[in-house]
């Protein structure tokens, strides 16, 4: 059992942890499953309206560690463009988090065979609080600062995404504005850093019944770190996923998902902690929950396994 002074000590430390990692914004395992929120050049192309829900809790058993909520609703419009929201509230100790993006993209087809690049747009606001009497902070001077109630700040964001029936490859910004941010390290307000995102994938049919999905996700803060995901996804007679996840120097993660209809799909990931924090957290959670209306003029053959 941790004695209460390990578990202090990992509580004033973990916002180091955090931030070594690039985690200004909201970090994602099911990346593959909340592509909008990642790339804004996504939206609408599932060809359906989809709606998604995420809850990720980071670090169980942590004080004041990140927790993640995650809504989004987007749609085709046409045959050319797509429309989306997306909510996003983020927690990481005293501070909160909450944005709300509108997102655009518009599709390009390239050939004959339907390949299509898509350029998104995403604008919106950040509502950000910070309450410094929540926590213990290294120094204690820190909680006499001022607290900010909802301070709203702009966000701007772009995303190319290519794809076709069989693999995709993205690049994108959430917000290229540098407003602010909780800073857990100086334990103050900083400004926030440009963020880069690639993304891709691609899909074999191994046998009629098998897909497989080896896929990555790249996040570089500019002038800062780079954070690299690596995944394997299995899916089984189009209805069990099973899946992996490396992390680069942080966690390793095991992901389950069902496609309970060709409406429903939802899923579970677990990771697990290979940096110094594992001895003192139980894992990290996420959950999603997708729900696609599919029009009798739109008549889905198969789940799209991106």
Do not use: D, M
């Given at each position: 059992m941790v004695s209460p002074?390990?578990?202090f000590l990992v509580l004033l430390f973990l916002p180091m942890f955090y931030?070594?990692?690039?985690?200004q914004e909201p970090q994602y395992t099911h990346y593959n499953f909340n592509t909008m929120t990642v790339n804004a050049g996504y939206t609408g192309s599932r060809g359906h309206l989809t709606i998604l829900s995420l809850y990720r809790s980071q670090w169980a058993g942590i004080e004041g560690a990140p927790s993640t909520i995650t809504f989004g609703i987007e749609s085709p419009i046409g045959l050319f463009d797509g429309l989306g929201?997306?909510?996003i509230h983020d927690e990481l100790g005293p501070s909160q988090e909450t944005y709300m993006d509108g997102n655009y993209a518009h599709n390009l087809i390239l050939n004959r065979n339907g390949d299509r690049l898509?350029?998104?747009?995403k604008a919106?606001?950040?509502f950000m609080s910070l309450d410094w009497s929540k926590g213990r902070y290294r120094e204690p001077e820190a909680a006499f600062n001022e607290n900010i109630n909802s301070r709203v700040l702009p966000?701007?964001?772009a995303g190319l995404f290519y794809y076709t029936n069989r693999y995709y490859f993205g690049v994108s910004t959430p917000n290229i504005l540098t407003g602010k941010h909780y800073d857990a390290i100086a334990e103050s307000?900083?400004?926030d850093l440009?963020?880069?995102?690639?993304i891709g994938g691609y899909v074999f049919d191994l046998t009629p019944d098998l897909k497989f999905k080896p896929s990555f996700f790249v996040k570089n803060v500019v002038g800062g770190t780079v954070s690299i995901d690596a995944s394997i996804n299995f899916l089984t007679y189009e209805t069990l996923n099973l899946g992996v996840n490396y992390r680069l120097e942080d966690s390793l993660s095991a992901l389950i998902g069902f496609q309970i209809n060709t409406k429903i799909n939802m899923g579970y990931a677990y990771d697990y902690s290979i940096n110094q924090l594992n001895n003192y957290n139980s894992g990290t959670h996420e959950i999603f929950f997708r729900y696609q209306l599919i029009s009798k003029d739109k008549k889905l053959k198969s789940p799209r396994f991106f």
């Open positions: 002074n390990i578990r931030v070594s990692f690039g985690q929201l997306s909510i898509s350029l998104g747009l919106g606001i950040k966000t701007i964001g307000e900083a400004s440009v963020h880069l995102y690639l």
